[in-house]
C-alpha cells in the first residue's frame, strides 16, 4: 500500500481539495498579471508615444534638440537629417543607436526589446517618431524600461496574499467540513467496536440529517437486528435442541439402570423394545436437526425438473398410513425443485395430518396461474387461528400434539415451511370445515396430457372427481 492509502480520508479530500483550489488561483494569478502587464505596457507606451510626440513638435517648431525634455526614468536620441545624433540622454551619450526601426514621416512606431545596443541586458519599450525641419527628415527616438513580468508590488502582493488566503481558506473549510461529515462514521466505528457475539445489544447512532450516512447507520442497525434474532434463534434452537435431546437419552439410561439393578430378573427382550422406542425418537431428532442445520447454511440439493403429480402419487402409494387418503391430483403438474427436498416436505405434512386425523386425509394438487398448489387436509381439532403461525416454530408443539404424539419433535413444519421457502414458494395453514389444511404454493407449470386420477393403488376408498 503506498504511502497516500494510508493517509486518512479526511487528509486525503483535503490535499486534493486544496491541490484544485492552488492550481486554480494559480491559473487566475496567472491571468491576472498577464492581463496586468499588457494593461502597464499599454499605458506606459501611450505615455512614451506622447512625450515622443510632444517633442518632435517643439523640434519642428524650431526648439534646439538639447532643450527637449526627456522622458522621465528614460532614455532618448535626436538624429539630424544626414542621421547624425544631435542630441542625447547622459546614459547613453555615444552610444550607438537604441534601435534600427524606422517609420513613415509623421507618423510613429513602437517596440519592445530586450537587445538594446546602446543599453545592453535591460528590456525596452521604444517609440520611434520622424519629424520634418526645414533642412529634412529628423528623428526622435525615446525609451523606457520595459514593466517586468510581476508588473510591480503593488500587484503581486496583493496576488499573491489573496492566493495564500484562498488555498488556506479551502484547506481549513474542507478539513473541517469532512471532519463534520465523517464524525458520524467514527461514531458508528465506535459503536461497532463495542457489539461482541455475546452482546448485540448495542445499536449505532443515526445522523439527523438525511444522507447517505444516515442510509449506512440505519443499514447496519437493521443488520445487527438480523444478527441479534439470529443469535437469539440459534441459543433458543440450542436450548430446545439440548433439552429434546437430553429426554430419549435420560429414558434410555434409566432403563438400563433399572435392568441393572436386578440383571438375572430384568426382562431383557422388554427393554431393549423402551431402548429401540428412544433410539428412534433420537435417530428422528438429530435426522431433523440435521436438515435444519443444512437449511440455516443455506445448502439446497440437486435442482431439477420434477414431475410433482408423479411425485405425490409415488409418495402415497410407498406405504400403507394407519388414517385412509383421498388423493385428488392433476395430473402433469411439473416444478423446478430438489426431489429429495420435496418428497421430505410432502412426508412431513402427511405425517402431521396423519398424527391429527381421525379418519381421513385428503391430498389435493391443482395448477393455479403458474403455481403449483398442494394441500393436505386432515379431519381432525384442528389448529385455533391463534396458533396458526407458532407452529412454524422450531420445537413448538400444541397440547394435542402432545396428547396424541408424545415422542415428536416439534421441527417437522418449520423444515416442511423452510424447504418451500428454499423452493421460492409458501407453505400457510388456511381456513378449513374441519381440521388443519395445510397449503404449499410453489411455481410450476403443465405439460399436455390427458386428464386422469393418479392415485396409490392401495388405496381405492373414494373415487376422484
Same mark, same amino acid.
Given at each position: =500500500?503506498?504511502?497516500?492509502?494510508?493517509?486518512?480520508?479526511?487528509?486525503?479530500?483535503?490535499? @486534493? /481539495?486544496?491541490?484544485?483550489?492552488?492550481?486554480?488561483?494559480? $491559473?487566475?494569478?496567472?491571468?491576472?498579471?498577464?492581463?496586468?502587464?499588457?494593461?502597464?505596457?499599454?499605458?506606459?507606451?501611450?505615455?512614451?508615444?506622447?512625450?515622443?510626440?510632444?517633442?518632435?513638435?517643439?523640434?519642428?517648431?524650431? =526648439?534646439?534638440?538639447?532643450?527637449?525634455?526627456?522622458?522621465?526614468?528614460?532614455?532618448?536620441?535626436?538624429?539630424?537629417?544626414?542621421?547624425?545624433?544631435?542630441?542625447?540622454?547622459?546614459?547613453?551619450?555615444?552610444?550607438?543607436? =537604441?534601435?534600427?526601426?524606422?517609420?513613415? $514621416?509623421?507618423?510613429?512606431?513602437?517596440?519592445?526589446?530586450?537587445?538594446?545596443?546602446?543599453?545592453?541586458?535591460?528590456?525596452?519599450?521604444?517609440?520611434?517618431?520622424?519629424?520634418?525641419?526645414?533642412? +529634412?527628415?529628423?528623428? $526622435?527616438? =525615446?525609451? @523606457?524600461?520595459?514593466?517586468?513580468?510581476?508588473?510591480?508590488?503593488?500587484?503581486?502582493?496583493?496576488? /499573491?496574499?489573496?492566493?495564500?488566503?484562498?488555498?488556506?481558506?479551502?484547506?481549513?473549510?474542507?478539513?473541517?467540513?469532512?471532519?463534520?461529515?465523517?464524525?458520524? %462514521?467514527?461514531?458508528?466505528?465506535?459503536?461497532?467496536?463495542?457489539?461482541?457475539?455475546?452482546?448485540?445489544?448495542?445499536?449505532?447512532?443515526?445522523?439527523?440529517?438525511?444522507?447517505?450516512?444516515?442510509?449506512?447507520?440505519?443499514?447496519?442497525?437493521?443488520?445487527?437486528?438480523?444478527?441479534?434474532? /439470529? %443469535?437469539?434463534? #440459534?441459543?433458543?434452537?440450542?436450548?430446545?435442541?439440548?433439552?429434546?435431546?437430553?429426554?430419549?437419552?435420560?429414558?434410555?439410561?434409566?432403563?438400563?439402570?433399572?435392568?441393572?439393578?436386578?440383571?438375572?430378573?430384568?426382562?431383557?427382550?422388554?427393554?431393549?423394545?423402551?431402548?429401540?422406542?428412544?433410539?428412534?425418537?433420537? #435417530?428422528?431428532?438429530?435426522?431433523?436437526?440435521? #436438515?435444519?442445520?443444512?437449511?440455516?447454511?443455506? /445448502?439446497?440439493?440437486?435442482?431439477?425438473?420434477?414431475?410433482?403429480?408423479?411425485?405425490?402419487?409415488?409418495?402415497? +402409494?410407498?406405504?400403507?398410513?394407519? @388414517?385412509?387418503?383421498?388423493?385428488?391430483?392433476?395430473?402433469?403438474?411439473?416444478?423446478?425443485?430438489?426431489?429429495?427436498?420435496?418428497?421430505?416436505?410432502?412426508?412431513?405434512?402427511?405425517?402431521?395430518?396423519?398424527?391429527?386425523?381421525?379418519?381421513?386425509?385428503?391430498?389435493?394438487?391443482?395448477?393455479?396461474?403458474?403455481?403449483?398448489?398442494?394441500?393436505?387436509?386432515?379431519?381432525?381439532?384442528? $389448529?385455533?387461528?391463534?396458533?396458526?403461525?407458532?407452529?412454524? #416454530?422450531?420445537?413448538?408443539?400444541?397440547?394435542?400434539?402432545?396428547?396424541?404424539?408424545?415422542?415428536?419433535?416439534?421441527?417437522?413444519?418449520?423444515?416442511?415451511?423452510?424447504?418451500?421457502?428454499?423452493?421460492?414458494?409458501?407453505?400457510?395453514?388456511?381456513?378449513?370445515?374441519?381440521?388443519?389444511?395445510?397449503?404449499?404454493?410453489?411455481?410450476?407449470?403443465? @405439460?399436455?396430457?390427458?386428464?386422469?386420477?393418479?392415485?396409490?393403488?392401495?388405496?381405492?376408498?373414494?373415487?376422484?372427481?
Amino acid at each position: =500500500m503506498s504511502a497516500w492509502h494510508r493517509l486518512s480520508i479526511r487528509t486525503r479530500l483535503t490535499a @486534493v /481539495a486544496t491541490a484544485v483550489m492552488a492550481l486554480i488561483c494559480t $491559473v487566475a494569478a496567472v491571468f491576472i498579471l498577464m492581463a496586468g502587464r499588457q494593461a502597464a505596457i499599454d499605458y506606459r507606451t501611450g505615455d512614451l508615444v506622447a512625450e515622443a510626440v510632444n517633442a518632435a513638435r517643439q523640434m519642428r517648431g524650431g =526648439m534646439s534638440p538639447l532643450l527637449v525634455e526627456i522622458p522621465t526614468h528614460g532614455s532618448f536620441q535626436v538624429f539630424n537629417s544626414t542621421g547624425a545624433v544631435v542630441a542625447t540622454s547622459p546614459d547613453i551619450a555615444g552610444k550607438p543607436p =537604441m534601435t534600427t526601426l524606422r517609420s513613415d $514621416v509623421d507618423a510613429y512606431a513602437t517596440t519592445r526589446s530586450c537587445h538594446v545596443p546602446a543599453i545592453p541586458g535591460k528590456c525596452k519599450i521604444i517609440v520611434v517618431n520622424p519629424f520634418h525641419r526645414p533642412d +529634412g527628415v529628423w528623428q $526622435v527616438d =525615446m525609451a @523606457v524600461p520595459d514593466v517586468p513580468w510581476y508588473v510591480g508590488p503593488q500587484l503581486l502582493i496583493p496576488l /499573491a496574499a489573496g492566493w495564500l488566503l484562498l488555498v488556506g481558506t479551502t484547506a481549513a473549510g474542507v478539513f473541517r467540513t469532512v471532519g463534520q461529515t465523517l464524525a458520524p %462514521v467514527s461514531a458508528i466505528s465506535g459503536k461497532l467496536a463495542q457489539i461482541t457475539s455475546s452482546d448485540l445489544s448495542h445499536r449505532v447512532p443515526v445522523p439527523k440529517y438525511q444522507d447517505e450516512l444516515r442510509e449506512l447507520a440505519e443499514t447496519a442497525n437493521r443488520t445487527l437486528d438480523r444478527a441479534e434474532s /439470529a %443469535v437469539v434463534r #440459534q441459543l433458543r434452537f440450542a436450548s430446545d435442541a439440548s433439552h429434546d435431546l437430553r429426554n430419549p437419552l435420560t429414558a434410555m439410561r434409566t432403563q438400563i439402570e433399572e435392568a441393572l439393578m436386578d440383571p438375572r430378573e430384568a426382562d431383557w427382550a422388554l427393554t431393549a423394545e423402551k431402548l429401540l422406542d428412544s433410539v428412534e425418537r433420537l #435417530q428422528a431428532l438429530v435426522t431433523d436437526l440435521l #436438515q435444519i442445520a443444512r437449511l440455516d447454511a443455506g /445448502a439446497t440439493g440437486h435442482r431439477e425438473t420434477i414431475d410433482l403429480t408423479g411425485l405425490v402419487a409415488g409418495e402415497l +402409494g410407498r406405504r400403507p398410513r394407519r @388414517v385412509p387418503i383421498f388423493p385428488r391430483l392433476t395430473p402433469g403438474v411439473l416444478v423446478d425443485g430438489d426431489r429429495i427436498g420435496l418428497t421430505r416436505l410432502l412426508n412431513n405434512l402427511l405425517d402431521n395430518a396423519e398424527r391429527h386425523a381421525e379418519s381421513a386425509i385428503d391430498v389435493t394438487l391443482a395448477l393455479d396461474s403458474g403455481t403449483a398448489v398442494l394441500a393436505v387436509c386432515d379431519d381432525g381439532e384442528g $389448529v385455533p387461528p391463534d396458533k396458526r403461525e407458532v407452529i412454524f #416454530q422450531r420445537f413448538t408443539r400444541l397440547e394435542a400434539s402432545r396428547r396424541k404424539d408424545a415422542g415428536g419433535t416439534g421441527l417437522g413444519l418449520p423444515i416442511a415451511r423452510q424447504l418451500a421457502e428454499g423452493h421460492g414458494g409458501t407453505l400457510t395453514l388456511e381456513d378449513s370445515p374441519r381440521g388443519a389444511r395445510f397449503v404449499l404454493r410453489i411455481p410450476g407449470r403443465a @405439460v399436455p396430457t390427458a386428464e386422469h386420477d393418479l392415485r396409490p393403488r392401495s388405496e381405492g376408498t373414494a373415487p376422484a372427481t
